[in-house]
């Protein structure tokens, strides 16, 4: 699978965004899809991930009630819609694919630099 990620930015602080990340290759509905974050000095940190059907959701604490993930499995596309923006959220935003839930098989999609100013 190949991915593409797009929609970042320069925000000031309370600001929205919104992700995308289109795929290719294998049927976009056997991915659970997802969203990591990494900021300078840092580990690369979970924000959410969403299971191919769309049903299930998880969120990283931090991102809890101002994050949503979905999908559009028409477009191959997971979203990433980020309300009330922080000055931490400032990172580069990377979309994951996980081949059959399996993160063992997951492929990384290039970085979109998202920076909230306060």
């Known amino acids: 699978v190949q991915l593409q990620a797009s929609g970042g930015g320069a925000v000031q602080a309370g600001g929205s965004l919104r992700l995308s990340c289109v795929a290719s290759g294998r049927p976009f509905t056997t991915y659970t899809m997802g969203w990591f974050r990494q900021s300078p000095g840092k580990e690369r940190e979970f924000v959410a991930r969403?299971?191919?059907?769309?049903?299930?959701?998880d969120y990283g604490d931090s991102v809890k009630g101002r994050f949503t993930i979905s999908r559009d499995n028409a477009k191959n596309t997971v979203y990433l819609q980020m309300n009330a923006l922080k000055p931490e959220d400032t990172a580069v935003y990377y979309c994951?694919?996980?081949?059959?839930?399996?993160?063992?098989?997951?492929?990384w999609g290039q970085g979109t630099q998202v920076t909230v100013s306060s």
């Open positions: 969403i299971n191919g059907s769309g049903v299930r959701k």
């Open positions: 994951a694919a996980d081949y059959g839930s399996r993160a063992q098989l997951r492929t």
